[in-house]
Each structure stands twice: as structure tokens, then as C-alpha cells.
């Protein structure tokens, strides 16, 4: 019984140095049946100390600069003065190599099973700033503390300790905490702890907490308190969320309307104090609302408030109940959460849809986006990972899972899997069992396991599926209904599984849009063959709910009436829409763009099939009239997409395009390429920021001149291209190779190009590129360039760089840089190579965004010696790989920044493409 766990802390704040000054006693039972001689004590506060820690390397993973790029005393650490016994006698500790945030103590003796320990530390704390995981202390001086006290690890066998990794889930077993804190009179504190006691001086204040079966209690020291205080019948909730605009009395009423629900579903709060913060809602908010601007309001009256404190209250009673492992063993709360959250809604808000009030407004209410209901939000999301075959169990560690599943598909996964298993066992046994599982744990160890244990004790139904297939793979789920034979009395039928699950489908019969009755059909292996009774009926649907979360609901149903069963009628909609499995849906999107100088703005139209959520097939047609060429122009494209699961190989792509566009004034290119390529990513470790892929394409390309000034040798070629490209895309250090091989029937060459970059613990960047690449043999045209190596602006023959003006000579868009090939940024007098060429491009950081770079290389052209070449200057790298400024300085051709017409030397690098942009998004989430 964790009862009789107990932690005692005497703190003393500074608030201007940002310290802490504690002294602490834990008493921690040895509960287990073996005899323990070392034990170990989370110090997360420690995990902020270098830019090393497991936490640190979190935020490089997820490109984000903001802890490395961070001053030294922004961060924050632990310092312990002494750790003894109760007695007074010095323990030997240390802190763990790689969990620097870990304490391990060596006891003085041995500790028995169902004997107490008893440590007295003293440390000093350290605090960060809240720029990094939102707790810490603020601009103001405030402090919001999550995780700040040296606690005990969980001992269950084997000893349950890991490193903070901004996951807000460590795990430590409930005890009694006494707090003695002592701050500045000018603050005010909140907590869900009781004050016993406080006592004043002249400058300070000393509050006196104590809670019982605890974990980790959060700390807010506030010099400009927002905090409200709604006593209920069931418990008092304390909050800071945002709920500007909403009168007292109604935040009262939806306050009790909240913990009311809570009681009668998770039953009784065992504390007296419920804390539900606004940093906890960011965290992990109400998703597509939250990207909102706050004057947007989609939702009728309080409700948007309502949701926010229903769903972070629920997460919150949760974490203080269910003593579970929240690194390994998180599905269930967050399962419990969302479930409840989609069943509030429900009861409360039956008609409410996702877009709220907009679904009325006039144009968006033509969209399917606009029928959908509010609890089908949670199905869309899980399905984006999915679809693009992201998608991971729910027993993998949260460390190990992707930020977008770990923050938001796992967790809706875990709810709607509930509801799903709901649905089938029926009879409100779920809900009792959560109910009884809940207060059965209150005061002990628990698992999932236990849970399913008492579900399979409460229903006769077997629910094996769910805990093997459902939370323990990312198998996906795929019905199809087929050969249907109706007679006057009778309908025979298949059902085919298309996927390795064993689980249930749910088979409806409709009269038109009236439900005659639903089934649940289980041990589908393969396919299953039924008979049932006609009963009037003109549609056989599996599914027909959505309950649950199928990978394809397009071929869910068959018409018992007509000839052509299964036709689905072609739906024209104006922008990209939520996919309605009832229709082909057909998508047109206007277009208006400007991709080079030649053809200026382009207006045009996109159609298209993709919906919000990838499809194995898509295609895209877009013509467009562009006005500086005064022709039609644009393209097409198809691809297919084989998904393959548990494998490195996990995705290969089956595509054809074509384009025409401009390469010059009164020039045009014709490009049509099919291709085939192989992707591939660790599928042991989706995190890992290494990933390759293989691409097979064949370009077919011809040009057209009517400019009488431009000189085109060669107006048609093919290329038979394979790629092949291995990178390690870290903040930190980022390698990448390239190869590429070529070959056409003027010319067989092959290249490779290497980069890497390193980011040092002092904010110095290097970088380093090396490219080589030669001919295989060469019978083009000896005074033509046009296949040839370029040093500084490759002629990209194959037509795959976004340059907006790709044959001019001079002006802003000759200054475009594209860094390939060569890499040189300085125009030298030998800017070709018809035969081989090797070049190296190093730069490094002198200030902030500002960086030294410099090429060296080796130009070697048929019939002449090779030449060797250099150029040096200064680089803005505003952004990296997205934009960035060159100015030469020093090169082949002197010191250029005393050439005349300098500012046409600086070389530019940008992009616009919106694709390329949303990378910036995708990679911290995928």
C-alpha cells in the first residue's frame, strides 16, 4: 500500500536568482519480494542541465533549436549537498551516464521486503526558464513547476526509471507529501494540495501542504494570479484556462456540469483539489481548434471553454488516479480520455458538428466537411497516419513514437478502439468495467493487463481481438462486401477481410436510410459466406457508423436493388474536401501561380481526387493560361502507392507525369517521365531522422524555340535517370548522400554528392559538401554546355529545379542559386566541365545566421588540363536550405567586392513552393 510512502520537503525560493534551497526526507517501502541494495530517484529537473540529456536530444530530434541555441543560465539543474541516512551516514550516489536526470543510491544495507528505506537529501534547484517544455519560470518572474522535487522510482520487479523527454509522464508511486515553502509575501501559490498552515514574516511568506496518496504535485508561484476557484458537491477544480468573456456564473454552472460527469462515470475524486491549467491544455489541446485565432469562435455559446476544461479535467483526475507506467503502458488513460470526451459530447451536444456554426455559413456548408459530426474528428486524424502508413502500436514505447501519434493519432486510436469495443460487447459493460478498474487501483500498482483481465471477467464475449490486434499491432482494418445474391426471402453474401485482422465487423441492413438491423460478424478469416433473411431490405452496409476506424469504407455496401450494384455516382467539389465514401468525388481548386518569368502569372485550375486523406491512387490535371507567354500551359500527374508494412522497405510508388511550360522567352518543353521509386525508413524506429530512397524514372523531353535570338541544339532527348539518396536529416548532425547515374544516347555520366553539418555545443555550425562526377562517354555537341557539369548554376537539362528564370545571363533571376553540381556561388571564367569534375564546399558560423564560406575544385574539360578553381565569401543562412544569401569576396577572378556592378555577384537561394514549406511542418511532427 503506497499509503505508507512518504515525502517531506522543506523549500526555500529565491525568486530572483531562480533557485530553490531544499531539504527532504523520503520514507519509500520496499513492497516488492525481493531484497533491494540499490535504489534509484528521479531528478527531472537535472534534465535541463547540458545540451546532452535525453531531454536535449528530444528537441533536436523534433528540429527544435530552442534548448541548444539557449543561453547557459536559461537552463536549469540539480545540486545535491548531501544525501545520508536517517542516522546522519554519507550514501555513495551517482548519476547515470545516459540518464543524467537518474540518482543511483547504494543503500548501507540491504533492504528487505516490506521494510522502509529512509533518506535525507539536501540539494539546491536550479530552475529553467518555461521557454523549453512551457513549465519553469517566466518573462515575469513567475514560477509554474511540473516535476520539480527529487522523488522515488517505481521498483516492480525491476527498477522503472527513465529520462524526462518533455512527454509529461513520469512515473513514480504514489506517497504522502509534506511541503514546507517558503516565498516572497508578493506572490500567491496554487496547488491541488491542502494548506494546513500559513505564516508570515516581513518579507516572506511559509505555506504548509500535505496530500495523501500522491504523485507529483504541480507548484504555481504567481505575482499575477488568473486563477479561479469553483467549488462543486464533488470537488473543488482550480483553473487558469482562458474563459475571458464568460460570466462567473456560468463558468459555475459548466464547472459542476463537468465534475458531475466525471463522478458518475470514473467515480468519486479522492482529493479535495482539482488543478487544470492552461500550459496542460496547450499541451494537449482541442486540435484544429487551437490553430484558430481566438476571435474565431466555431462554437455555439461556452462551448469551446467547456470542451477545453472537459478534456484537460478528465486527463487530470486520470494522471492523480491511475497509477499506470505512462512511458510503456499509456494507451489506457488516453483511451478513457477521448472516450469520455466523445461520449460528453454525445449526451450533451447530439447535433453538434466538427466545424461548429460554420457548417451554416454559406460555401462552407456545400463541403462534406461541413456534414461531418464533431466525434468523427478523432477517426480522421488516426487515419491521416494511417493512410500514409505512419501509423504504430499502442504498446510502443511513447518515446519511440512519432510526435503526431504520440500527441495526437495514438491517443484518439486508444479512444475510438473503446468505443469500438463498446459498441460490441454492449450493455454498459465497458463503462462499469473503467468504473470499477478505476477506483479498484486507486491505491496500488496497476497495468492494462489488469484491466483486460477484469473486462474478460465482466463479458462473455470474446474480446481477444482488441488487446492482440487492435492495441498491440498497427495491423489495419479492411471490409469488402461482394457477390450478392438476392432471392424474394433470402440474401447470400460475402464478406472479405482484407487485411490480417481477427476482428469483428458490424453488418447493417438498410430500408433506404432506415437501420432494419444490425449484426456483429466475427472469425472472418479470409472470406465469410452468409445467408439472412431479405426482410425488404435494399442495401446490405458493413460499417454503416463508422464506429470502426477502417482503413477503405468505399466498398462497405451493396444495393439490393437495380442492376448496377455498388454505383457510385461522380460528385464535382470546388477545393479539397473530407473524402465521402458514397461518391467518386472529383476536386477542382483555381490556381493561381507564378513559376517563372516566362510565362509570368499563370491562372488556371487544378482537378483532382486526393481528399484530406492520402489515397493509394491519386492524379492531378492542371491547365493553365499563363499571360507573359500567352499560351496554355501546366500538366498532369498519377501515381499509385503500395504501402508495405513491418518492413525497411515501406512504401513504393508507381507514377507517370507530364508538363509544358516556358524555359525561355517564345521556348516551351514538353517533359512526360514515368518513374517507379523504392522508399525506406528503420522499421524498428520511426523517429530516426535516417531514411532513403531509390528512383527509377525515364524523362522524355522536347523543346520548341520560336525565339530567333535563342540559339537550341538538341530540342529532343531522352534520360534514363536512377537515383539514389541515404540522409540523416538531424539538427545536429546531418549527413546526406547522393548518386545519381544518367544515361542517354548522347551521353552516359555518373556523380556523387556527400553533405554534412555539424552544430557544436557553442552554437558553431559547419558544413561540408563534396560532389564528383564524370562522364561515362560524351557525344554531345563540343560547343554546347547544355549536358554538361556546371560549376555554379547547373543548365538542369532534366528540367528538376524551381528556377524562375533558368536562361538568363544577368539580371536578379541569373543570381538564383541552386546548390548541385558544383556548389560554387562565384561566376568563374570556366563555369562547365565536359568531362569530369570534382568540387568541395565548406562554410562555418562567425555569428549567429552569419557563416565564412568557401569552394575549391578541380574543372577538367576534354582536350585541356584540368583547372583548379576557388571562390570565397560570406553566407546569411536565414533559413537553412530554405533561404540564404552568398557575397563573394575572394575568387579565381580577385577580389570581386571591388568589381564593378557588385550586388549582380550576390547569389540567392529561396524557395516558394508551398510543398517544400510544409517540410518545415512535417518534419517536427512526422
Excluded at 528540429?63 to 555513495?92: P, Q, W
Excluded at 477545453?308 to 478528465?314: N, Q
Excluded at 525515364?698 to 530540342?715: Q, Y
Aim: proline letters at 4%; a neutral charge.
Amino acid at each position: 500500500m503506497f499509503g505508507q510512502n512518504e515525502i517531506s520537503i522543506d523549500a526555500q525560493f529565491n525568486m530572483e536568482q531562480r533557485t530553490a534551497k531544499v531539504i527532504q526526507t523520503i520514507q519509500y517501502q520496499n513492497s516488492s519480494k525481493d531484497t533491494l541494495k540499490t535504489i534509484y530517484l528521479n531528478d527531472w529537473n537535472n534534465s535541463f542541465s547540458t545540451k546532452r540529456t535525453p531531454l536535449a536530444g528530444r528537441f533536436t530530434e523534433e528540429y527544435s533549436t530552442k534548448f541548444h541555441f539557449a543561453k547557459s543560465d536559461m537552463r536549469g539543474f540539480t545540486s545535491i549537498t548531501s544525501l545520508k541516512t536517517v542516522n546522519g551516514e554519507d550514501l555513495n550516489y551517482n548519476r547515470l551516464k545516459t540518464h543524467p536526470d537518474v540518482v543511483e543510491v547504494q543503500l548501507a544495507e540491504p533492504l528487505l521486503p516490506n521494510q522502509s528505506y529512509h533518506i535525507q537529501l539536501s540539494y539546491i534547484l536550479q530552475f529553467p526558464v518555461d521557454t523549453f517544455t512551457d513549465y519553469g519560470v517566466t518573462d515575469t518572474n513567475e514560477y509554474n513547476l511540473k516535476y520539480w522535487y527529487i522523488t522515488p522510482a517505481v521498483y516492480d520487479g525491476a527498477w522503472q526509471y527513465y529520462s524526462n523527454k518533455n512527454l509529461d509522464d513520469l512515473y513514480i508511486p504514489k506517497a504522502s507529501l509534506n511541503l514546507k515553502l517558503e516565498f516572497p509575501k508578493n506572490y500567491a501559490l496554487f496547488s491541488e494540495l491542502d494548506i494546513q498552515n500559513i505564516t508570515q514574516n516581513d518579507k516572506t511568506q511559509t505555506f504548509y501542504l500535505y496530500g495523501r496518496d500522491r504523485v507529483d504535485t504541480k507548484l504555481y508561484l504567481n505575482k499575477f494570479p488568473n486563477f479561479n476557484y469553483v467549488q462543486t458537491d464533488n470537488f473543488t477544480v482550480i483553473t487558469n484556462i482562458e474563459s475571458e468573456g464568460i460570466k462567473p456564473t456560468d463558468r459555475a454552472i459548466i464547472t459542476d456540469k463537468i465534475t458531475q460527469f466525471i463522478n458518475k462515470n470514473l467515480g468519486p475524486y479522492p482529493h479535495n483539489n482539482l488543478l487544470v491549467t492552461d500550459i496542460e491544455y496547450k499541451k494537449d489541446p482541442l486540435y484544429g481548434i487551437n490553430q484558430l485565432p481566438k476571435f474565431i469562435n466555431p462554437f455555439p455559446g461556452n462551448l469551446q471553454y467547456e470542451l477545453k476544461l472537459l478534456k484537460t479535467a478528465l486527463k487530470n483526475y486520470l494522471d492523480n488516479t491511475l497509477p499506470l507506467n505512462p512511458r510503456t503502458d499509456y494507451w489506457l488513460k488516453d483511451g478513457i480520455q477521448i472516450y469520455f470526451l466523445m461520449k460528453y459530447v454525445e449526451e450533451q451536444y447530439p447535433d453538434l458538428k466538427l466545424l461548429g456554426n460554420l457548417s451554416n455559413v454559406w460555401g462552407i456548408r456545400a463541403f462534406h466537411a461541413a456534414d461531418v459530426n464533431f466525434n468523427e474528428q478523432y477517426n480522421l486524424y488516426f487515419m491521416q497516419m494511417v493512410r500514409t502508413n505512419r501509423d504504430q502500436s499502442l504498446t510502443t514505447a511513447k518515446d519511440s513514437l512519432l510526435k503526431f501519434n504520440a500527441n495526437i493519432a495514438g491517443k484518439f486510436k486508444a479512444g475510438i478502439g473503446l468505443k469500438y469495443l463498446d459498441d460490441f460487447i454492449n450493455a454498459d459493460i465497458l463503462e462499469n468495467t473503467i468504473k470499477q478498474y478505476i477506483q479498484k487501483s486507486s491505491a496500488e500498482l496497476t497495468s492494462s493487463a489488469d484491466f483486460e483481465q477484469l473486462l474478460k471477467q465482466n463479458t462473455t464475449k470474446n474480446v481477444d481481438w482488441f488487446f492482440q490486434d487492435y492495441i498491440n499491432t498497427s495491423k489495419k482494418i479492411d471490409f469488402r462486401i461482394k457477390d450478392v445474391i438476392k432471392t424474394n426471402d433470402s440474401v447470400t453474401f460475402t464478406i472479405k477481410n482484407k487485411r490480417d485482422t481477427n476482428v469483428p465487423v458490424s453488418l447493417f441492413m438498410l430500408k433506404n436510410d432506415t437501420i432494419l438491423n444490425k449484426h456483429w460478424i466475427e472469425g472472418i478469416n479470409g472470406s465469410k459466406t452468409l445467408t439472412i433473411p431479405h426482410d425488404n431490405a435494399t442495401k446490405l452496409v458493413l460499417n454503416y457508423d463508422n464506429t470502426i476506424p477502417e482503413y477503405n469504407l468505399r466498398d462497405n455496401w451493396k444495393s439490393l436493388e437495380g442492376w448496377f450494384f455498388n454505383n457510385k455516382p461522380l460528385q464535382f467539389r470546388l477545393f479539397k474536401d473530407i473524402e465521402d465514401p458514397n461518391y467518386n468525388q472529383v476536386f477542382f481548386m483555381p490556381l493561381v501561380e507564378f513559376n517563372n518569368i516566362y510565362d509570368g502569372l499563370t491562372l488556371g485550375a487544378k482537378m483532382y481526387n486526393k481528399t484530406l486523406l492520402m489515397k493509394n491512387f491519386s492524379y492531378r490535371l492542371s491547365p493553365k493560361y499563363s499571360f507573359n507567354s500567352q499560351t496554355l500551359t501546366g500538366g498532369g500527374h498519377g501515381v499509385y502507392t503500395h504501402h508495405i508494412e513491418n518492413q525497411n522497405l515501406y512504401r513504393i510508388s508507381y507514377g507517370i507525369g507530364g508538363s509544358y511550360s516556358s524555359f525561355a522567352e517564345k521556348a516551351f518543353v514538353t517533359v512526360i517521365s514515368p518513374s517507379l521509386s523504392f522508399y525506406f525508413r528503420d522499421n524498428n524506429n520511426y523517429r530516426s531522422n535516417k531514411g532513403s530512397f531509390l528512383n527509377f524514372r525515364f524523362l522524355d523531353i522536347s523543346r520548341t524555340n520560336n525565339n530567333p535570338l535563342l540559339t537550341v541544339t538538341n530540342p529532343d532527348y531522352s534520360v534514363f535517370n536512377v537515383r539514389y539518396v541515404n540522409a540523416h536529416t538531424h539538427l545536429i548532425d546531418y549527413s546526406k548522400f547522393y548518386y545519381d547515374f544518367q544515361v542517354a544516347k548522347q551521353f552516359g555520366k555518373i556523380s556523387v554528392n556527400y553533405e554534412w553539418r555539424k552544430l557544436t555545443e557553442n552554437n558553431r555550425q559547419f558544413n561540408f559538401r563534396f560532389f564528383a562526377g564524370t562522364f561515362l562517354y560524351n557525344n554531345t555537341d563540343p560547343t554546347s554546355n547544355y549536358f554538361s557539369f556546371a560549376l555554379d548554376r547547373p543548365t538542369d537539362y532534366i528540367f528538376d529545379y524551381n528556377y524562375l528564370g533558368r536562361s538568363e545571363a544577368s539580371g536578379i533571376f541569373s543570381q538564383q542559386i541552386i546548390i548541385a553540381e558544383g556548389g560554387f556561388k562565384s561566376k568563374l571564367e570556366t563555369p562547365f566541365a565536359n568531362q569530369w569534375m570534382t568540387t568541395a564546399n565548406v562554410s562555418t558560423t562567425l555569428w549567429r545566421y552569419v557563416e565564412a564560406y568557401g569552394d575549391i575544385g578541380l574543372v577538367k574539360n576534354r582536350s585541356v588540363n584540368p583547372e583548379f578553381v576557388y571562390d570565397s565569401g560570406i553566407r546569411l543562412n536565414l533559413v537553412t536550405d530554405y533561404f540564404e544569401l552568398y557575397f563573394p569576396i575572394y575568387s579565381n577572378l580577385g577580389w570581386e567586392v571591388d568589381e564593378p556592378n557588385y550586388s549582380q555577384r550576390i547569389r540567392i537561394k529561396f524557395t516558394l513552393d508551398p510543398e517544400v514549406l510544409l517540410g518545415l511542418f512535417r518534419r517536427k511532427w512526422y
